[in-house]
């Protein structure tokens, strides 16, 4: 019986194997359960990129729906899905803010000269103090959030075509009826 231990032990590890390999095509990788859908969207104040010496705050965006779009001049992915949302911010039906993250304010500003200006407001998180409290993981990152400011549907990685039609209008639409009395 000691002889065929390490033969099972073998079938076991092959086993987990199969079974993580498995799991792996079945799941989407870049679906991170946030702990903060339908919970309230952390304090925040933040200055704005083009007037530093004014900031937004949490408080002062209640009342209506916006889309966060966490960003960044550094970011290769930002650069992929900025042409998605110069052509698609004005359809979306709520305010894009976008969320410049660990960012020199410099050059985010010629980021957005060469590339376009797809955002309604623009604030600034240089230290990325903020987005650990938003659990942010990097950029690009989206969080739709309600006008009682609760967060109601994030994305990790880029805004596509695609996941605007298949995920964020439908959960934009579903924020609209809640307005509606």
Not at 14 to 33: C, K, M, S, Y
């Amino acid at each position: 019986m000691n002889r065929l231990l390490p033969f099972f032990g073998f079938l076991l590890l092959v086993a987990l194997l199969g079974f993580g390999i498995w799991w792996n095509t079945q799941h989407d990788q870049r679906e991170v359960p946030s702990p903060l859908i339908n919970k309230p969207a952390p304090a925040f104040a933040l200055p704005t990129l083009d007037a530093p010496d004014n900031t937004v705050s949490k408080a002062s965006m209640l009342g209506k729906p916006y889309l966060i779009n966490v960003f960044a001049s550094w970011c290769v992915a930002c650069g992929e899905e900025h042409p998605v949302l110069m052509s698609e911010a004005s359809q979306l039906g709520v305010p894009l803010v976008g969320y410049n993250y660990k960012d020199a304010p410099d050059e985010a500003k010629a980021w957005l000269e060469k590339h376009g200006n797809p955002y309604s407001l623009i604030i600034v998180d240089r230290e990325g103090r903020t987005a650990i409290d938003f659990g942010v993981y990097g950029a690009p990152e989206s969080f739709l959030v309600d006008s009682k400011g609760v967060i109601r549907y994030k994305r990790i990685g880029p805004l596509t075509p695609a996941v605007i039609e298949k995920e964020l209008k439908p959960a934009i639409a579903v924020l609209a009826k809640e307005v509606q009395p």
